[in-house]
Each structure stands twice: as C-alpha cells, then as structure tokens.
DNA sequence: CATGAATGAGGCTTCATTCAT
DNA sequence: GATGAATGAAGCCTCATTCAT
C-alpha cells in the first residue's frame, strides 16, 4: 500500500546517501543504489525519472534537513556570537560524523542538472550563515564585513575539516581530539568575525 | 631519445591538466589526453601504466609547483601577517583565474588510489600554512592557536570561494568585483588569526 | 458479469488501436494501452496471453471493419468503373484521414505471430479489389489482366500516398489539395484497368 | 591499414542492411549487427556515432545505388513507355529478388532522424519516375496527369509486389510465375499513364 | 477478478586497456 | 617504440510480463 511505497522510496533515497556519502557520485551506480535499496533497478525508475532526478532529490533533502537545523540554532535567543558558535559546532560535529552533508558540498560536475541543484543548495546553506552574520554587524557584536564572503568562508572552514587532510579519515579519533577540533574551529570562526 | 621521451611524458602531463581544469575528471578520457597530447592512445601506457597513475601524478606535479610558490611568498622577509595575507591572496586570485589548482581541492573520489593522492596533497599544501602559522605565533603577531585546524580552516575558506555559490560560475565577473571577493577573503582570515 | 467484460476487452483493443493510429507499435506499450484503456496491466493479461496476440486483434478487427465497408461498395448496384472508382476514393480519403487503416499495411515486422495476421489481413483487404476487378473484367468494362496483380498495384497505389513522400506529412493540406490527390489516385487506377 | 577499414566500415553496413532486410529494424540491435560483423559492439561506434546515423547510412546508400540504376534506365534513349517499362520491372524484379530496397520502404517510426531520411530518400526515388512521366507527358505518350500523384502510384505498385500478400513470402516460386508477375505490374503501371 | 509494483532481460552507448601492425 | 582499432565490461534506461495483495 501507500506505506509500502513511501517507504521504498525512503529506502531508495537512504541507499543513494549511503552509497555517495561513502564513495561519491562515482559508486552510487543505478545498479548500486537498487542494491543497497532492495529493489531492482526497474524499480527505481517507478519513483525517479532518472538518475539526475534522484541525486537531486537525495542533495536537496539532506540539505533540506540541515537547513532546518541550522535554522532553529540561527534563530534562537541569545547573542549573535553564541549563536554562531552553536552553529559552527553543530555542523562540525555533523561532518566530522560524516553524516548526511559530505556529498552536497562535493564538487565534480556529474550532471549539468545536479550540479545546478548543488550550488542551490549550498546558496541556501550559505544563506543562513549571511543572516546569523548580518545579525551579528547590526547589533556591533561583529565587525563591518562582506557578510556573503564571510559566510562562505565559514562554510569552507568547517568543510574543510570534513573532507581535508586534518579529518579523520580511516583511523578512529578519540573524543577528545574530536571536541579540541571542533573547539579549534569554531573559535577560528568566531575570531574572524567579531567586533 | 632520453629528452624526447621526457617531453613526450611532460606532453600527457601537460595535457591532462589542461582538459581536468577544463571540464573536471569527467572529460579527461584517456582517448581526450592522448589526442590533447598529439600522441596515440597506446603510447600513454608507455609512460604511465594507467589512468589512476597517470591522474596521480598531473595532481602530484600541480600540486607541488603551487606548493613551490606558496613557500616563496612564506619564506620572504616581512611580518607574518603580511606574508599570510599575501599568501592567501595569490591563492583566492589563482583559484578565481581557475589555474591548476582547483580540481585538485575539489574533486570527488575518482579512484581510491587517487584519492589518496589528493588527501596527502592537500596536507602538503595545508602544512605550509601551518608553518607559516607557527611563526607568527611565536612572534607574537597571531594569537595562540591550533595551527593544524586554522589552517586548514584557511585553505577551506579561499576554497569555498572557489566552488561555493558565490563562486563566479559562468559569468563573467569585473575585476573590481573580484579584487573586492580576494581582498574580503583575506581579511577574513587575518582577523581570525591575529592576536 | 458476460458484458462488463466484453466491454472490457472491446476497450482494451480501441486503446491499442488509438496508440497504434497515432504513434505507431512504437508508442503502443502494454502500460500505456492499460491506461488508456482504464485498466491495469495485469488486467490486460487476463483478456489476452500477450502484447503479441492483442496486436493481432487489433489488426484483423481494424481490417475486419473496413473490409465490411469496402464489400459494402464493391457490392453496391453500378458500373464496375464506378464502383473501383467509388472504392479507391474512400479508402484513400480514410487514409488520408489517418483512420484505423494505416499501420495494418505499412506495420514492419514487430513479431513474426504479428506479421503473418498483417500479411493475411492484406489479403483479403486485397482480394475483395479483385473480386471487383474480375467483375470488371467479365462485364468487359476492364481489360484483360491479371486481376491479382491489378488489386495488388491498386492498394499499393493508394497506400504509397499514404506514407511517401507525397503524403501530407506533418504541415496540414488544404481540402482541396487532399481532393486533388485522390482524384488524381482513382484516374489512375481507373487509366490502368479499363478496357 | 586504410582498406582494413573501409573493409569493416563496408561490413558493418551490409549487415546492417541484411538484418533489417530480414527481420525490419526490430531485429537489427546494435549487438546483432555487431556479431554479424564480426565485430565487437563498441568498435560500430568507431565506425558510426549512433545506431540512428548507421541506419540512415545504410539507407541512403542503398536508395542511392537503387537511384543510380534508375536514371540509368531513365535516361536511356528510347521512347518514355519504354523507359517506364524497363524501369518498372527492373526495380519489380529486384523488389521480389528481396535485394537492397524492401527496407527503405518500410514505414515504422524508429527514430525522428532515421524517418526523415526514409522520406527523403523516397522523395529522391519517386523523382526519377516523376521526370520519366513529365517527358512522356510532353512527348504526347502518356496523357496529361498529376505525375508526382501518378509516381508515387506506380513506386507503390510494385513496392506491393514486394511486401505485400501476394509477395512469394517463404514458398519457393518458379521463374515463370515471377515473370508473369512482373509483366503484369508494368502492364498496369504502363495502362495507367498511356495517352 | 483487478491492481500496479516489481522483475530482469535486453537495448544503446562509453571508455580504460590491449595488441597486431 | 608508436599507433589506433578493437575489446568487453559496465552504465543508464525501457518494458513485457508476473504475482502478492
């Protein structure tokens, strides 16, 4: 029924996540999404028109969900500085995770049409932070700044952690190390910033 | 002879740079190089014995002539802070002219071999930050800080302006624009490193 | 009950029909035809055992009905000229109209099962003209020929300007230039059979 | 070398044109044309971009050779009648002899591109017969008429000969019957047109 | 009986790699 | 050594047919 459906079409999407966030755009074939989602690859094609379709789907509703996050940390009570900072750190963590946002900020052109889809997204993401930032000028707890350069070089920043050399790729890191990163980078940020 | 055989292989290198920093990995097809390189399709395993070596070393090479230019300009008499500003304004400019070394911070994972090629350059090159850093640190000039993670924070940051949204994609973009984009990027990263 | 699925498959095979008329075998898919026939594939199957066996249905019924109007005209009172002349004319006007004819002669081979009921549909499409012809031929109106060649030359006459080059391809034609055509169509075949 | 190619290039389409001559378009895939080539399925593709331009190839090659014949009969000296004649059962006699021609008359939509050089090369066909009956029409032979209308009828004509139901389908048929056939088709082409 | 999601073979096309010349 | 034609596996996508509901 309806339920079984929809949460085919989950599977799917997780499947395709899993897949890219594991090896990029590169492993996450078709015949490897169907696969991992149980299904065969006919199937795939009742719940997506295509291969670009699904990919843009699996970016924008990781995204989508990051967003939101981002939002309800951008717009909560308290200084811009805190907040910022909470944001940082939040999304530090989330990528040092390696969850859900890796692949969005990936950059191989795929597909005109994906790629397109991606740079929405990262705008959007971006967005946010612009907000957070122009907040923080206005109310002079940060310095007069090109807030969308500013934006983009926080994202970039903490990104970096995550695909970069520093992240920690096969080796398991301890939770310290993890917490003095996160810590190191969110204060980098801050730095940059403020008044 | 010898120097034929040498320039024969600096041909493909040379080659496949040029169609990488065009289109991506996606367009670098060993039948494109060969043809780019003004040789047969055969001859480039004569010098490389496949794709994934042959992407090894263009990233390797490219990354190291980057890294030859950044050492000068962090090697050159002056304050620590003029030479990071320096250091990080040639690289906003150098990525903003789309030269070298973009596809060597942004690509996806092509081939694990390669990827693994990618990730210790990005250290090399994130190591010369570093110690750049660590200099001004000890002369008072930065503040007290992780230079592993501002670093890497910093090469994230001009990178971001490289790929992320307010990447100029394909318009063309004034020159004062983009002075005003390199400028904004660097003082980004002063602020976030001074004491 | 009886009638529900009489009804059933008498919607199955004008569905089939209307896809085949406007797109050719190509646009006439087993998904497409349950849809436009308001069922469900596996519904299809429960009326016929195969895309195979319900092409041929569609076919013979096409045929059956224009054979019924073509005896209909051959058979009617007046001069054998008058009746080819008669028939020509309405068979290549429905043509012309695109209506249920086309694709039972111009149909290449889909299936082997499928192309066989084409080329007996042909026949006896066919051997009605003949019959009209020896008519002809007996009265002394045509001369004497060989009546099977004769029909055969006819429907192939009329049919090549269904889908030759003359054929009003995509761009609409006047009445006039259509009235034109199939006049200048049945003084043909009337030239090439008279006595 | 340079004949090796044009060898398998040559290869490539005659078995192209010997599977759709056998089996339509349908049974002409690109493996099957491949293997009856003797080659692999990616070396076509060094041969002939898509399957779309291998199939027009193959088709206005073999109208072309058909045409040339053509005019050569047209063009002989002679009176127009018989010229046409000659024309007429030269082409309905290759028509039955299953060479080269079935399959360019065939009318299944496979592809936008392929049909639109299916109609042209059609149009070029029915030309040579519209010149032959526009010098007969002035000649005083044959009687004024629509001689694009009065082509295409008599290419349809024997064209019926060749698809059609009294085609000799599998059943082997003795020189004799073949020639009767084809005295009776130009009969009825020449009938037709005759002042 | 009907549904329509799922299957899975098969179609076109690309491309890293090999090998006869 | 060099060439580039050839290979063949793999990628995306379609669709006739089946079967659990």
Redesign the interface.
Known sequence: MQQRLAANRAQIVRAARRLIAR?????ASMVAVAAAAGLSTGAIYRYFPSKAQLFIEVLTAAVAHEIELLEQIAGAPGTAALRLQNAVETFARRALEGRNLAYAF?????DAEVDAAR??S??EF?EVFQRLLRDGIRSGEF?R??A???A??????????LV???AP?GKAVGPQTRA??IA??S???L????A
Chains 1, 2, 3, 4 share one sequence.
């Open positions: 090896g990029g755009f590169r492993e990936i950059a191989e052109p795929i740079i929405r990262r705008r971006s310095c700044q090109d969308e350069a500013s983009a070089c926080i994202v970039g920043a903490f990104t970096e952690a970069g050399p520093i790729g003095q990163l190191a980078i204060q980098f940020c730095r940059a910033v403020r």
